[in-house]
């Protein structure tokens, strides 16, 4: 199983438009993609309603994980959306 360990970086966390940016790349993604909270249970990246329960705050520590061969690239998109808070979807998601 391929996974990325990334710090929030929307200071607001992972609530509203940035959940809704986050569920948006990861439905894009093409591959099944986990999220959970460092040490919690995963859920469906591509669910709006389970990305907004974990709660995550900014900087807190997020697992993105997939068990698809090749899903690395997807990953490493999700994870670097993830730590550098981006405001819109960029062109390689």
């Known amino acids: 199983m391929a ?11 992972l609530h509203a438009r ?3 940016i986050f569920v948006r790349a990861a439905t894009a993604a093409g591959v099944p993609v ?3 909270k460092a040490g ?4 469906n990246a591509a669910s709006m309603l389970a990305v907004l329960g974990l709660g995550a705050q900014g900087g807190e520590e997020i697992v993105l994980a997939s068990d698809v061969e090749g899903a690395d690239a997807a990953l490493d998109r999700l994870a ?3 730590a550098e808070g981006l405001e819109e979807l960029p ?3």
Do not use: C, D, Q
Request: net charge neutral; aromatic share 4%; hydrophobic share 40%.
């Open 3 to 13: 996974e990325r360990r990334v710090n929030v970086g929307w200071a607001e966390g």
């Open 18 to 20: 940035p959940a809704s």
């Open 34 to 36: 986990t999220i959970a």
């Open 40 to 43: 919690g249970t995963p859920v």
């Open 80 to 82: 670097k959306l993830v």
């Open 91 to 93: 062109e390689t998601v």
